[in-house]
């Protein structure tokens, strides 16, 4: 039983390195607009007119050979967008106003007749403001909710994490480490921070960094009049919807980096001008786990010692029952001859994850994610994929590489496939495996919780939004308790695979 | 568009895991009824082999987020 303590601070040291959460895809968050009059889509050749009149108005996507005609009175006013060979016509009239983005033969033309008139080039700041309290979208919010953060929030508190941050060699002012208190931000109860340190911001609970010719020294605060500081326009690239965050401040507006991410943002994310490696919500959660577990089992250690040949009591009457289900159960049938070999890995994957999975399920505490994070999944598949591979015997390698009884054609289709089997098919489902099912699980909690704010229309409609309180309080604690399961499958699902990729490559054949 | 397609790519692989879990869980349903002492093997290796199924689905899905 001691040695499971040191697998258990092995893996947690080495979820530790990959400290950052691979986001997944990054969610639309659209932004939305009130009162939103005069939508046009257009694709064709003669096309795309807009007449909008009101408080927000006036959207014009256009593509085709003439395109893109956007007439817009308001506060708010006149977006277009064209692609086209004549293209982009833009007039507006109102206090903020005349946008216009216009590729092809023939340049946009924008007429602006007042206050912040015509910007012919990007400027996102005080038009699309990415509002929260216009439109609820579940999808974006339980991503949102489910993901990794550079705080840890309990309620409307945040408590604050340190921050380290690399800036990357090629960026501005760059190749050097930040370390501070994500506190230095003062995040709101929704994780935006109201003040930038160093050229870094929080948006929605996560570091970024500001682009461009921003301040860098210090704090600054950050003001945009009575708008909010943060401001996401929807881009096309590639034929791809993305989001591009940018931040206003002082009549200018900052392109701000997309999240961190393992991969660097080279599968979509978005490049990124800094690497992340902070410790964030996740790693304070794996490390509470990790020493609880260790106190928990050193606890039980001790307790087969000073209470031999005596029946258990307590926590060890307990743990006694599941760890001997995983040894007869998983170890001994797949393992063979060497189960005890392996007992210390098996038992530290399954109460590791288990206990991870629980510790996510504790509401009100923060709610962390960490085995629905795909960097940590890929950790635990990578230590079941190095512990198979080191352990494979020359056997295992000759049915990968040079399948016994097979004429030479044959082999030929069949070693690459079992080449793929073995060095990626196995390692990556156990990783989606878990993530899968524990981001789903989280995700679906928190819509259900969001069908509150569906209902209410986020505030507009109180009444229903109250009395969805029960029916959504009774659909999350079902999903709860379906999910109390699935986190003893799952760990279950991850140990017993793991024993049968080890039982696989150390069987002993008799030809 | 892509974004819609790859979704109804993700459910097409989703309906073939579902088809394949479901004969899983009802054999071992009727195995455990022929036998019912060997319910532990029989569990054992009906979760096994439903997560190996689930793996396909899982890189179906998996694809879809990349391609969308």
Redesign the interface.
């Known amino acids: 039983m001691r040695k499971l303590g040191f697998i258990f601070l092995f893996v947690s040291m080495a979820c530790f390195i990959s400290a950052q959460q691979h986001s997944t895809k990054r969610t639309s968050t659209q932004s939305t607009q009130q009162n939103h009059q005069g939508h046009n889509h257009d694709h064709g050749d003669h096309s795309g007119h807009n007449h909008a009149k009101g408080d927000h108005s006036g959207h014009n996507h256009a593509k085709g050979d003439h395109s893109g005609h956007n007439h817009a009175k308001g506060n708010h006013s006149g977006h277009n967008h064209a692609h086209g060979d004549h293209s982009g016509h833009n007039h507006a009239h109102g206090d903020h106003s005349g946008h216009n983005h216009a590729k092809g033969g023939h340049d946009g033309h924008a007429h602006g007749d007042d206050s912040h008139g015509g910007h012919a080039h990007q400027n996102a700041c005080g038009h699309m403001v990415h509002d929260h309290s216009a439109e609820f979208n579940p999808g974006a919010v339980a991503f949102h909710h489910i993901s990794d953060q550079n705080v840890y929030s309990i309620g409307p508190i945040q408590i604050p994490l340190p921050c380290i941050l690399y800036t990357h060699k090629s960026a501005e002012g760059g190749s050097k480490f930040d370390m501070f208190s994500s506190g230095k931000f003062k995040p709101d109860y929704h994780g935006n921070g109201s003040m930038a340190y160093n050229g870094y911001v929080l948006y929605e609970g996560s570091a970024r960094r500001v682009r461009g010719n921003f301040n860098r020294e210090g704090l600054v605060e950050l003001k945009n009049g009575s708008h909010s500081v943060y401001a996401v326009e929807e881009m096309q690239e590639n034929g791809k919807k993305k989001d591009q965050l940018y931040l206003c401040q002082g009549g200018q507006s900052f392109k701000v980096d997309s999240k961190s991410t393992l991969d660097g943002g080279l599968f979509g994310g978005g490049i990124t001008s800094f690497t992340d490696f902070s410790i964030t919500k996740n790693v304070v959660s794996m490390l509470l786990v990790s020493l609880f577990l260790f106190w928990l089992f050193r606890k039980v250690a001790r307790a087969y010692k000073t209470r031999k040949g005596m029946a258990p009591t307590g926590v060890q009457g307990f743990l006694e029952p599941i760890f001997v289900f995983i040894q007869d159960e998983v170890a001994k049938p797949f393992l063979g001859k060497r189960w005890e070999e392996f007992i210390p890995i098996l038992m530290a994957l399954f109460f590791f994850i288990l206990g991870l999975n629980l510790f996510g399920q504790v509401p009100f505490f923060g709610g962390s994610n960490v085995t629905g994070s795909l960097s940590v999944t890929a950790v635990l598949a990578i230590v079941a994929f190095l512990v198979t591979t080191k352990n494979g015997n020359k056997d295992y390698w000759k049915h990968i590489f040079n399948m016994p009884g097979l004429p030479a054609w044959v082999k030929v289709i069949v070693t690459p496939v079992e080449m793929m089997g073995a060095f990626i098919v196995k390692p990556l489902t156990l990783m989606l495996r878990l993530f899968g099912n524990m981001t789903a699980g989280h995700m679906v909690i928190v819509i259900f919780v969001g069908l509150i704010f569906i209902f209410g229309k986020n505030g507009m409609n109180p009444a229903a939004g109250w009395g969805m309180v029960v029916p959504s309080a009774l659909l999350t604690m079902f999903m709860m308790a379906i999910e109390l399961l699935v986190a003893f499958i799952q760990a279950f699902v991850f140990t017993i695979l793991t024993a049968s990729y080890i039982g696989a490559a150390t069987e002993e054949h008799h030809h | 568009m892509?974004?819609s397609l790859a979704a109804i790519g993700a459910g097409l692989a989703v309906i073939g895991a579902a088809i394949g879990i479901g004969q899983i869980g009802g054999k071992a349903m009727e195995a455990i009824a022929r036998q019912p002492e060997a319910v532990?093997?029989i569990r054992?290796n009906m979760?096994?082999m439903a997560?190996?199924v689930?793996?396909a689905a899982?890189?179906a899905?998996?694809l879809s987020?990349?391609v969308?």
């Open positions: 892509t974004g532990g093997d054992a979760i096994l997560a190996l689930e793996g899982l890189i899905i998996l987020f990349f969308g």
